[in-house]
């Protein structure tokens, strides 16, 4: 008898996932374990497993389709085995009711609007192709990701030698993804319940960065089960942030309505940027693991990041956050404070500029600035303060986090 792999629930507010892309086709052998599609959630774009043997004999939507959590994907049976028909099956937000023969390329669906799904959308966007004019063959002549990628870009016209081409700007629409909605209902909740205040502190960033060459230079060279590995600033940070909880853990608490919860361990995230908005995975009780560890771990959470493989478990329940924006050279940020942590820290790029040092001499300088977001209700800013004091220690002094 068939399967059906319905819509699964993969956060707490999740009540809708948009199908992102189909990884196995219908006919196609499957088995127990198979990623057979790309889901939307309002977290990240994560992959569907099979948990059958078979073929899978039908889906149910098509790509860019919003489904309801419960709903039906597919059916996966045996070949040749008819797919069960389902009385909600899953139609194309807003889709038209069927028409007999398909809509022509030039006329836009009932009400003069293009009708198509939001990747088709996006993909016409990034390919510059003009909706009106391309076949849509979804229900009601709605334009699909397929019809998108068999279409070609509208020529573009010769510029003659002698003139300058011209760049151009284009207004676009760009569809609101599940993810971009659910990182802004939270941030604005964020901003507007937990009151912000702000500290920022500067760090001489010279003994960190010296560390990190030492370690990598004796390191990075060796094969992984000779210890080999390299560490890079964000290691570092991540380290001395946990750390630095050690001595001031009031940072360490949540704002829960009528109680201030201090936790027990420093369950850390960090943002990883990825296609179309932020991920912040979670480095659970941080502050007893080494430097190796925070690596290591770190290193495999970015890469399930980035490959759309983070477990919802692997996003959540964080007791402080570490934005790190240094690499794209920003050297002062504040981020809003994730929800329902006391603080964000925001790190920034090192940088050379001229300062004093103990014998009041001008020189080079290698300055760090770190900022600090904290909620007012949660924590003071003497906290915040006496936070950042003991984390600018650690990292002028990093040998403090080696043992």
Same mark, same amino acid.
């Given at each position: 008898?068939? =399967?059906?792999?319905?819509?699964?629930?993969?956060?707490? =507010?999740?009540?809708?996932?948009?199908?992102?892309?189909?990884?196995?086709?219908?006919?196609?052998?499957?088995?127990?374990?198979?990623?057979? +599609?790309?889901?939307? =959630?309002?977290?990240?774009?994560?992959?569907?497993?099979?948990?059958?043997?078979?073929?899978?004999?039908?889906?149910?939507?098509?790509?860019?389709?919003?489904? &309801?959590?419960?709903?039906?994907?597919?059916?996966?049976? #045996?070949?040749?085995?008819?797919?069960?028909?389902?009385?909600?099956?899953?139609?194309?937000?807003?889709?038209?009711?069927?028409?007999?023969?398909?809509?022509?390329?030039?006329?836009?669906?009932?009400?003069?609007?293009?009708?198509?799904?939001?990747?088709?959308?996006?993909?016409? %966007?990034?390919?510059?192709?003009?909706?009106? *004019?391309?076949?849509?063959?979804?229900?009601?002549?709605?334009?699909?990701?397929?019809?998108?990628?068999? %279409?070609?870009?509208?020529?573009?016209?010769?510029?003659?030698?002698?003139?300058?081409?011209?760049?151009?700007?284009?207004?676009? #629409?760009?569809?609101?993804?599940?993810?971009?909605?659910?990182?802004?209902?939270?941030?604005?909740?964020?901003?507007?319940?937990?009151?912000?205040?702000?500290?920022?502190?500067?760090?001489?960033? %010279?003994?960190?960065?010296? $560390?990190?060459?030492?370690?990598?230079?004796?390191?990075?060279?060796?094969?992984?089960?000779?210890?080999?590995?390299?560490?890079?600033?964000?290691?570092? =940070?991540?380290?001395?942030? %946990?750390?630095?909880?050690?001595?001031?853990?009031?940072?360490?608490?949540?704002?829960?309505?009528?109680?201030?919860?201090?936790?027990?361990?420093?369950?850390?995230?960090?943002?990883?940027?990825?296609?179309?908005?932020?991920?912040?995975?979670?480095?659970?009780?941080? #502050?007893?693991?080494?430097?190796?560890?925070?690596? +290591?771990?770190?290193?495999?959470?970015?890469?399930?990041?980035?490959?759309?493989? $983070?477990?919802?478990?692997?996003?959540?329940?964080?007791?402080?956050?570490?934005?790190?924006?240094?690499? @794209?050279?920003?050297?002062? @940020?504040?981020?809003?404070?994730?929800?329902?942590?006391?603080?964000?820290?925001?790190?920034?790029?090192?940088?050379?500029? &001229?300062?004093?040092?103990?014998?009041?001499?001008?020189?080079?300088?290698?300055?760090?600035?770190?900022?600090?977001?904290?909620?007012?209700? *949660?924590?003071?800013?003497?906290?915040?303060?006496?936070?950042?004091?003991?984390?600018? #220690?650690?990292?002028?002094?990093?040998?403090?986090?080696?043992?």
């Amino acid at each position: 008898m068939a =399967t059906l792999i319905d819509m699964p629930k993969l956060s707490d =507010t999740m009540t809708v996932g948009t199908l992102v892309k189909w990884l196995k086709n219908e006919g196609d052998p499957v088995e127990n374990g198979d990623m057979i +599609a790309e889901v939307e =959630t309002d977290k990240a774009t994560m992959e569907v497993e099979c948990f059958d043997d078979g073929v899978l004999l039908k889906q149910y939507c098509q790509a860019g389709d919003e489904v &309801p959590v419960g709903g039906p994907i597919a059916a996966i049976g #045996e070949a040749g085995e008819a797919a069960p028909e389902v009385s909600n099956e899953t139609a194309p937000a807003n889709a038209p009711a069927p028409v007999a023969a398909p809509v022509a390329a030039a006329t836009a669906p009932a009400g003069g609007r293009v009708k198509a799904s939001p990747l088709a959308k996006k993909i016409a %966007a990034d390919k510059g192709i003009d909706l009106s *004019t391309v076949q849509g063959t979804g229900p009601g002549g709605r334009i699909l990701k397929e019809d998108i990628e068999n %279409a070609k870009a509208a020529p573009v016209a010769p510029v003659a030698a002698a003139v300058a081409p011209v760049a151009t700007l284009e207004a676009l #629409e760009i569809p609101v993804s599940n993810m971009r909605k659910s990182i802004g209902k939270a941030l604005v909740g964020s901003k507007t319940q937990a009151p912000h205040f702000y500290l920022q502190i500067e760090v001489d960033g %010279a003994p960190l960065a010296k $560390l990190r060459a030492e370690l990598n230079g004796k390191l990075a060279g060796l094969a992984p089960e000779h210890g080999g590995t390299k560490f890079s600033v964000n290691d570092l =940070t991540l380290k001395a942030a %946990a750390e630095a909880v050690r001595r001031v853990p009031a940072i360490n608490r949540s704002w829960e309505g009528d109680t201030i919860k201090q936790h027990p361990n420093v369950h850390l995230a960090f943002g990883v940027a990825i296609d179309d908005g932020l991920v912040t995975p979670v480095i659970r009780a941080a #502050e007893t693991k080494g430097l190796r560890e925070i690596s +290591a771990e770190a290193k495999v959470l970015i890469k399930k990041a980035r490959g759309k493989k $983070l477990a919802p478990n692997e996003m959540s329940g964080s007791t402080l956050t570490v934005t790190n924006l240094g690499m @794209f050279g920003i050297s002062d @940020f504040y981020g809003i404070i994730n929800p329902n942590n006391a603080a964000i820290l925001s790190i920034g790029a090192t940088i050379k500029k &001229p300062v004093v040092n103990e014998n009041d001499e001008i020189v080079v300088g290698q300055v760090m600035k770190i900022g600090l977001s904290g909620d007012h209700r *949660t924590i003071d800013g003497a906290v915040g303060a006496q936070y950042l004091q003991v984390l600018k #220690e650690i990292i002028e002094t990093p040998a403090l986090m080696l043992v």
